[in-house]
């Protein structure tokens, strides 16, 4: 009975314990498995939607994290100049303002706009498999905290039995 006190101790001042790993890890899963669902794939999607798109040299109006989609481009479209937003999921946020890129558009609406590198699914592809398969990772690790902690009932039923 001494051992199993001193083990419930010890797991307490190690950490999280069983129970804390498995909640945190399916948290983990949820919130990878969901930023890849719904935010990354939806923007590599969006940026290869323009691949057939109408092509323009542009230079960088505005430069930021451009992956976040807080740059800008501009560029002429059927004889006026246009000023859009870079969707996120772009590369291209190192360039300095003023910098010289191609872009590829929407003809009936140039507003919708992406680099040309990017129009195979740029930043946004790449931490879209790298977020799943972190969520992946953290759902085997789930796996593993859950079986652990089912052995250790288990056993703690085992050893309460024969000690009754």
């Known amino acids: 009975m001494n051992e199993g006190a001193a083990g419930s101790g010890q797991a307490g001042q190690s950490g999280l314990g069983p129970r804390g790993s498995l909640v945190m890890s399916l948290t983990l899963t ?4 969901m930023l890849s669902l719904l935010v990354l794939f939806p923007a590599a999607e969006h940026l290869r939607s323009l691949r057939d798109g109408e092509r ?23 004889g006026r100049t246009v000023v859009a937003d870079l ?12 910098a010289a890129l191609a872009v590829r558009y929407q003809a009936d ?3 919708v706009v992406a680099r040309e590198e990017d129009v195979g699914g740029g930043g946004a592809a790449l931490f879209a498999w790298m977020s799943a398969g972190a969520a992946l990772f953290f759902l085997v690790l789930s796996a593993v905290a859950a079986v652990f902690l089912a052995r250790q009932r288990r056993k703690g039923a085992a050893g309460a039995g024969v000690a009754v």
């Open 87 to 98: 969707p996120t999921g772009s590369g291209g946020g190192k360039q300095s303002v003023g």
């Open 56 to 78: 323009a040299d542009a230079t960088l109006h505005t430069s930021g994290s451009c992956m976040i989609g807080q740059c800008r481009v501009e560029f002429e479209a059927d």
């Open 30 to 33: 949820l919130l990878l498995g």
């Open 109 to 111: 609406d140039p507003q």
